[in-house]
């Protein structure tokens, strides 16, 4: 049973654009939800995280919406730059573990 | 400031063979510690978490077991490696449940 879900396994945008990563939950327990970001042959590195209370948090190039009663949260990244490159993780937190979805590959084009 | 170390970075055995993969964590006290895997092309898949000495929570049914003999040392192992064990492990860390998780660097796990 995948309680969070990353349905686009790879995103390809250009330099300068908005990348928009999105992420889908089952689980309406899930009060913390978070970001993450992936280098090959890396451990993940925390990037954003929102909790359940508010429906959007920004750090600067970085803004994650959530939207409860559609269990959907979504990474919004602008502008878009080559470093960015990376797989991303959505997780969401309930209990004393955090669930994670299965990443999107996002590939920042020049 | 905390550090998490974890090793082997690489690691190449043969089907049969046992396993021990090391983490520990510094410059903190009594965190909640993890073992991640991602298998080739998969998402990260919590395999066991721990929220104190000898308390081992495991997630899936698997060929590992776990052990946390001290606070700051989580061990991951197996007895006899299957070929789809292979996959990159990762511990981590948290200071309280419901927290952001601070990942070691990873462990490519090979079984030939």
């Known amino acids: 049973d995948q309680q969070v879900k990353q349905n686009s396994p790879s995103l390809s945008v250009q330099e300068g654009r908005i990348s928009i990563l999105n992420c889908d939950y089952t689980?309406?327990?899930?009060?913390?939800f978070l970001w993450y970001k992936k280098y090959p042959a890396e451990g993940p590195t925390f990037l954003i995280s929102i909790s359940s209370i508010k429906d959007k948090n920004e750090d600067g190039r970085f803004t994650v919406f959530l939207n409860k009663s559609a269990k959907h949260l979504s990474l919004h990244i602008v502008p878009s730059q080559p470093g960015d490159s990376a797989v991303y993780f959505c997780?969401?937190?309930?209990?004393?573990?955090?669930?994670f979805g299965q990443g999107t590959r996002l590939t920042i084009n020049p | 400031s905390q550090t998490i170390h974890q090793w082997p970075a690489t690691l190449v055995q043969p089907v049969g063979s046992p396993l021990s993969l090391e983490c520990t964590v510094e410059g903190t006290s009594n965190p909640n510690l993890y073992w991640y895997r991602q298998a080739a092309g998969r998402g990260l898949q919590l395999l066991f978490y721990?929220?104190?000495?000898?308390?081992i929570s495991s997630e899936v049914p698997q060929n590992l077991s776990a052990s946390r003999p001290q606070d700051r040392q989580f061990i991951l192992s197996s007895k006899k490696l299957l070929l789809s064990d292979s996959g990159f492990y990762l511990c981590?860390?948290?200071?309280?449940?419901?927290?952001?998780?601070?990942f070691g660097s990873g462990t490519q796990l090979s079984v030939l």
């Open positions: 689980n309406s327990m899930f009060d913390y």
């Open positions: 997780a969401a937190s309930a209990w004393e573990k955090l669930v």
């Open positions: 721990s929220v104190g000495i000898g308390q």
């Open positions: 981590a860390w948290s200071v309280n449940s419901n927290e952001k998780l601070f």
